[in-house]
């Protein structure tokens, strides 16, 4: 992933860092206050030469359906087999600041998955409760020959059911255990090809001890009841709530944290424990394992993750 603070002089740096190292796949952050996914996931495609590159997320309400997959299939026109689109309700507090939260957000997730996915597929799109689009369709000239992949960065039973509907995959924020994994797969059920994102922060190292310590920071919020889908199927869940409840900040939780969840928490460790984590992520049905680098200098985190390639 490359991260949603990195200075602007390092972005396309990282970028063809990651390419070079071997990396399938360069995952772009669009969160309010930041950095716009689509001109970062342009800049970073132009740029390298060979990584697929993902868009995770694109709120459903900060653009017009129509609008978002003309530029979603701009992206697949200009850089064949080489873009993934996810699309996700947003941070309602985010979106609320931006009076942008709908009375229905699961109705107007699924309109909008199902309008982008098939206007980039050249299809028609009539109007709906939010999507009010009538008649609209891409012109065949603009309608890619590789269409891009629209997936659903959702989490909780009834979205991820959405997505099973009508997305061709679904992303998983951080972390992502095979735990969770599973237990999304379940509510997705999907009854064609769906593909599988997981997002999870990671760290390696020579010394396993300060990849788990190097984490920590990204596992300080984690526990707020957002990622209650995240966390119930664990079997430590209800220590876990008990730990962030008598912790005075997130500091002192991340500190607090045993290793033992620190390990099931995030890849992390050396190469060794990282590919061995990876590999029992990928069993349980994740299909790309998204690494999000910790640590003061970006650059040398990504060098130090592709010891696991």
């Known amino acids: 992933m490359l991260p949603r603070d990195l200075a602007p002089a390092r972005v396309l740096p990282f970028a063809r860092r990651a390419d070079e190292l071997g990396f399938d796949e360069l995952w772009v952050v669009e969160d ?25 997320l694109l709120p459903v309400g900060a653009r017009n359906a129509a609008f978002a997959a003309m ?14 689109i996810g699309i996700g309700h947003g941070m309602p507090g985010w979106m609320k600041s931006v009076g942008e939260w709908p009375a229905s957000p699961l109705t107007m997730l699924e309109e909008y998955l199902g309008a982008v996915t098939a206007l980039v597929r050249g299809k028609s799109v009539e109007r709906g409760e939010y999507v009010e689009l009538d008649g609209v369709r891409l012109e ?18 009834r979205s991820l059911a959405v997505s099973g509907r009508v997305a061709d995959g679904t992303i998983l924020a951080e972390p992502t255990t095979p735990e969770y ?20 922060v990671a760290a390696v190292h020579p010394d396993a001890s300060v990849a788990i310590d190097a984490v920590r920071t990204g596992l300080e919020w984690i526990g707020e009841p957002d990622w209650a889908p995240h966390l119930a199927p664990l079997p430590f869940a209800a220590e876990f709530a008990a730990l962030r409840r008598s912790c005075d900040s997130r ?9 033992e969840w620190v390990r099931r928490l995030a890849v992390t460790g050396t190469a060794a424990d990282a590919r061995s984590r990876l590999a029992e992520l990928f069993a349980a049905g994740v299909d790309s394992a998204v690494l999000v680098p910790v640590g003061p200098d970006p650059l040398e985190a990504v060098e130090q993750l592709a010891a696991v390639l």
Do not use: C, K, M
């Open 181 to 200: 994994a599973r237990a999304a797969l379940a509510h997705i059920d999907a009854d064609r090809p769906h593909r599988l994102v997981g997002y999870n």
């Open 32 to 56: 309010l206050g930041f950095r716009g996914g689509i001109g970062q996931a342009a800049a970073v495609l132009a740029a390298t030469g060979r990584i697929r590159v993902g868009i995770g």
């Open 140 to 157: 065949d000239s603009s309608v890619p020959d590789h269409p891009p992949l629209v997936l659903a960065g959702v989490r909780g039973p």
């Open 251 to 259: 500091e002192e939780f991340a500190r607090r944290l045993p290793e």
């Open 71 to 84: 530029e979603a299939a701009t992206l697949a026109q200009l850089f064949p087999g080489r873009i993934d």
